[in-house]
């Protein structure tokens, strides 16, 4: 599966949108890119995938780039209940979900 | 909203004791997995089901630990002798299909002395 490459932490406003990137330059063509966010060592939470059309749902929505090495999860209007780890995972016919160090995403008043 | 329950929440146990993870998956659902989180650490794949054998695990599922589906209900992760090393949090995960997604349940967090 290819490699994915994430900042370390970000920080957000309130109500603002939180704008999270993700690199994965080396993505092959049937590979699925999946978000997954953790809440302080709750399970993890599946936000959204996609493979190369952006995609939107209730959570957020994810802008796949055309050359499909980049991506980015846009949470619209971020609350505190929001920061969390977000994890960018880039996976195709293995079932095991790699995860990386991920985003540490601070949603602040 | 179905989801994927673990029991129990908590465990501590002593050093070489036999351990028991149970987890409820998604009902409808066919690929089943464990995961580990160790505190501060990322998680790690161990081990995935599907039609009652397993499917792929890591190089952490040693011969130490081993999984069932005893029912039509449970999943259960049993460690034999536990170590030190195997304190964690030990989540389990459902998908419908092997490439679909995978939903997590809340957790046990293992705690060996």
């Known amino acids: 599966d290819a490699k994915t490459t994430q900042p370390p932490s970000m920080d957000c406003a309130e109500g603002r949108a939180a704008n999270l990137p993700c690199n994965h330059s080396?993505?092959?063509?049937?590979?699925?890119v999946y978000w997954y966010r953790q809440i302080h060592s709750q399970g993890p939470q599946y936000i959204i995938h996609?493979?190369?059309n952006n995609e939107t749902n209730e959570m957020a929505s994810l802008i796949i780039t055309e050359d499909r090495k980049s991506s980015t999860l846009i949470l619209p209007h971020a609350t505190l209940r929001d920061t969390a780890v977000y994890y960018c995972?880039?996976?195709?016919?293995?079932?095991?979900?790699?995860f990386g160090g991920g985003t540490r995403l601070m949603v602040k008043p | 909203e179905p989801e994927v329950t673990q029991t129990p929440s908590h465990q501590v146990t002593q050093m070489g004791q036999e351990v028991i993870l149970r987890c409820v998956p998604i009902?409808?659902?066919?690929?089943f997995y464990w995961y580990r989180q160790i505190l501060g650490q990322k998680v790690e794949f161990l081990v995935s089901?599907?039609?009652?054998?397993?499917?792929?695990k890591s190089e952490i599922f040693d011969d130490q630990f081993s999984v069932e589906r005893p029912d039509g209900s449970n999943f259960t992760l049993k460690i034999r002798s536990t170590k030190l090393e195997d304190s964690a949090m030990y989540f389990c995960?459902?998908?419908?299909?092997?490439?679909?997604?995978?939903?997590f349940g809340p957790g046990t967090r293992l705690l060996v002395l």
């Open positions: 995960a459902s998908g419908r299909q092997g490439l679909e997604t995978q939903y």
């Open positions: 080396t993505i092959s063509g049937n590979e699925y």
């Open positions: 996609g493979l190369k």
């Open positions: 995972i880039v996976i195709n016919a293995g079932n095991m979900l790699t």
């Open positions: 009902s409808n659902h066919l690929y």
């Open positions: 089901f599907y039609n009652n054998e397993i499917s792929e």
